[in-house]
């Protein structure tokens, strides 16, 4: 892979300046097609913010479950679920707050 096929951006401190500072490095560049490697939850609020600075967005989710079990444990709680719960407040609260 060249060196120039990724871009470092080192400022942002949230998702918002996450789209907003590398779009302004790859349009000094001329690029405007991009890969978004992130996790699966927050790919939909990473693309659209990273669209609205006119980048066309390559979404690649890193983090699909696969679950293999006895169909019968899936009727059972699991104290797994209260994290994917915790993660999908805070992404919900994020897309409201807009960043």
Same mark, same amino acid.
């Given at each position: 892979m !060249?060196? $120039? &096929?990724m871009v470092l951006e080192n400022r942002s401190r949230n998702t918002s300046? $996450? &789209? %907003?500072f590398p779009a302004e490095i790859l349009a000094e560049q001329g690029v405007s097609r991009v890969l978004l490697v992130t996790? &699966?939850?927050h790919t939909p609020r990473a693309t659209r913010l990273l669209d609205t600075h006119g980048l066309e967005v390559v979404p690649v989710a890193t983090d699909h %479950?696969? =679950?293999s079990r006895p169909k019968w444990r899936n009727l059972l !709680? %699991?104290?797994?679920a209260l994290d994917g719960g915790s993660r999908a407040i805070k992404e919900v609260v994020?897309? =409201?707050v807009g960043r």
């Open positions: !060249p060196g $120039n &096929a300046q $996450n &789209a %907003e996790c &699966a939850h %479950e696969v =679950l !709680p %699991e104290t797994s994020r897309r =409201l």
